[in-house]
């Protein structure tokens, strides 16, 4: 559980629960909490695997499909709650136009390891403001992580160490915690790798007047 109220004061009081993350994300949850933004958690009911195969089906880019899922959650749960700003959020990784979703098992995720490893991939992450069912505002960013050549032994031990927690992990990695032993090097933002690009999301809050300048 997090606690969501505020660390620093909000602009106007009376803002104070309207603002909604549309993600069931521990990570996502854990950046704005300890940003200091007050807000709810709402998550979609949506089959995101279902659209993302869709998406896939159809031959959409990798951004698009980022932006569209997001745009999916924000809007799904803005029409329940019309007068907060709903922050919907999506993350695909992209390597060599392969998409990878959270792993279903370790049999799984071992197989998506060993074609990670030795690679680099692509980390896209976006993120959907909507109010009343309309988007108001979008954001995207890429971050490219570099894979180590990793070991058969060093990916049982891996996954033994890590447990079943890390199949809610795309990429079946917790940048925050072991890992970052996957990897050699991080191009880009590191919060945009954990879920979500922080910085822009802040400064829309800014403008929004939802925080303090």
Not at 38 to 57: C, D, G, M, V
């Amino acid at each position: 559980m997090f606690n969501t109220r505020a660390i620093y004061p909000l602009a106007n009081e009376n803002c104070l629960g309207s603002v909604i993350l549309a993600s069931s994300s521990k990570s996502r949850a854990r950046l704005l909490c300890n940003a200091g933004v007050p807000f709810s958690i709402k998550a979609p009911n949506i089959s995101e695997e279902s659209l993302l195969k869709s998406l896939r089906t159809k031959g959409t880019k990798t951004e698009e499909a980022a932006i569209f899922l997001a745009e999916v959650k924000a809007i799904h749960v803005s029409y329940k709650y019309p007068n907060a700003l709903v922050i919907g959020s999506d993350q695909i990784l992209d390597c060599l136009g392969s998409w990878f979703s959270k792993p279903l098992d370790r049999v799984n995720a071992r197989e998506t390891l060993r074609y990670l490893s030795g690679k680099s991939h692509r980390l896209v992450t976006s993120v959907v403001v909507a109010k009343a069912g309309k988007k108001i505002w979008q954001t995207i960013d890429v971050v490219t992580m570099s894979m180590r050549e990793m070991s058969e032994s060093f990916i049982d031990t891996y996954l033994d160490a890590v447990g079943n927690e890390i199949y809610n992990f795309v990429g079946v990695y917790k940048l925050e915690s072991s890992g970052i032993q996957l990897f050699t090097k991080l191009d880009g933002d590191y919060f945009t790798a954990l879920g979500l690009p922080l910085f822009q999301v802040l400064e829309f809050l800014r403008v929004q007047g939802l925080l303090l300048r």
